[in-house]
């Protein structure tokens, strides 16, 4: 995989923080403090997913979906629940950087067009980035403000996740259908992963995101150690590394983040804002806001202050983005990544079908959420 970017992202973002410390410095202290520890977490997650699959972990999942499923209906469903798991462990961009290529060789061992499960890794994805702090920056971005741990985040929004996922699926599934009709004869049986040094930085990540109330550190070191440890073996490359970071986009979209969390501390202007609309009206709202400045900043701009509802601004943030390709940060590893298998992605496809399923996932999710508030 190639570099994300290069320097003048990283000087963009750089200059984006600078100048939020100089404008209002203790408003830029207390947006850096609320969204560091998101990017962090983030990238010691891709690092431990970088190591996995190395260890073809991720490829023996999805050789065992391509050689156990009887016909295409039952790999698309096994796919949709492998995006899911992978998204809700190891983050949002995780998944689509790692179990992209893994849908694509699956499609193709079974005679498929690639498009339904490579559609299903974008909106599965984000539809799917619901449960755990760590499945998405968002959340930890507007956990922040409720102190709550992993566990506890995941009760209160187990319900609406199901709900997002079963509704995602189930419109690619309508709208894919003539595709899915189909399957060639089942691929090969795969052989198993190494399990090494990639399952168990997976084991640890996983416990660390569940147990802990900030994980960030942790399973950076986590990733760190697990990379540092393959590079000293030679068994991956620096180059790869940095490409599959992708640092010049985390950094400039830091960058954004803290500055406009600055400017959510310095004008009270969406907190007004979101404290006259309800649930919905939150969801709602979060969602275009997504779609037009990206939902990592803003959410670093809407949960600046304690939002009224702010499990409701989550599902905004995380399903909003499937809306639109300007939503979230995934949209772009996922192009990048499909492009690397050498298929096409079809993103204006994906886009269409997005538009449809995102808004009965939303309101579903914020139905299922106010059960959950009662129990």
């Known amino acids: 995989m190639t570099r994300l970017g290069g320097s003048p992202l990283v000087v963009a973002g750089l200059l984006l923080v600078g100048g939020s410390f100089a404008a209002a410095p203790t408003a830029a202290r207390g947006s850096t403090d609320q969204v560091w520890s998101a990017f962090v977490l983030v990238a010691g997650l891709i690092l431990v997913g970088l190591v996995a699959d190395e260890d073809g972990l991720f490829a023996w999942v999805g050789h065992r979906?391509?050689?156990?499923?009887?016909?295409?209906?039952?790999?698309?469903?096994?796919?949709?629940?492998?995006?899911?798991?992978?998204?809700?462990?190891?983050?949002?961009?995780?998944?689509?950087?790692?179990?992209?290529?893994?849908?694509?060789?699956?499609?193709?061992?079974?005679?498929?067009?690639?498009?339904?499960?490579?559609?299903?890794?974008?909106?599965?994805?984000?539809?799917?980035?619901?449960?755990?702090?760590?499945?998405?920056?968002?959340?930890?971005?507007?956990l922040g403000h409720l102190h709550r741990s992993g566990g506890a985040f995941a009760a209160r929004m187990a319900l609406p996740w199901v709900g997002s996922l079963v509704v995602t699926t189930v419109v690619i599934a309508v709208v894919e259908r003539a595709s899915l009709r189909a399957a060639g004869p089942r691929g090969p049986e795969p052989g198993r992963p190494t399990i090494g040094l990639g399952v168990v930085a997976v084991g640890v990540a996983a416990v660390c995101v569940l147990v802990l109330r900030n994980a960030a550190l942790p399973v950076a070191a986590v990733g760190l150690v697990a990379v540092a440890v393959r590079l000293a073996q030679h068994r991956e490359q620096a180059d790869r590394v940095r490409g599959v970071l992708g640092l010049p986009v985390l950094v400039a979209l830091f960058g954004l983040a803290v500055a406009l969390g600055t400017l959510g501390r310095s004008w009270a202007g969406p907190a007004t804002l979101l404290g006259h609309l309800g649930a919905p009206g939150t969801t709602a709202f979060a969602a275009l806001a997504s779609v037009v400045v990206n939902n990592l900043p803003a959410a670093s701009l809407l949960a600046a202050r304690t939002p009224p509802h702010p499990y409701a601004l989550l599902i905004g943030l995380d399903i909003g983005p499937n809306l639109f390709v300007t939503g979230s940060l995934a949209w772009v590893l996922w192009w990048r990544t499909a492009r690397s298998t050498g298929e096409r992605p079809p993103r204006w496809r994906a886009v269409v079908i997005g538009a449809v399923s995102a808004p009965v996932a939303m309101a579903v999710a914020v139905a299922l959420l106010g059960v959950t508030a009662r129990t």
């Open 65 to 142: 979906l391509a050689a156990l499923a009887p016909g295409a209906v039952p790999l698309f469903i096994g796919s949709s629940a492998l995006v899911a798991v992978v998204t809700a462990v190891l983050n949002l961009d995780t998944s689509v950087l790692f179990v992209t290529p893994v849908l694509v060789y699956a499609a193709r061992s079974r005679a498929m067009a690639p498009g339904p499960l490579l559609t299903t890794s974008i909106l599965v994805a984000n539809a799917g980035s619901l449960l755990l702090p760590g499945s998405n920056l968002t959340n930890l971005i507007v």
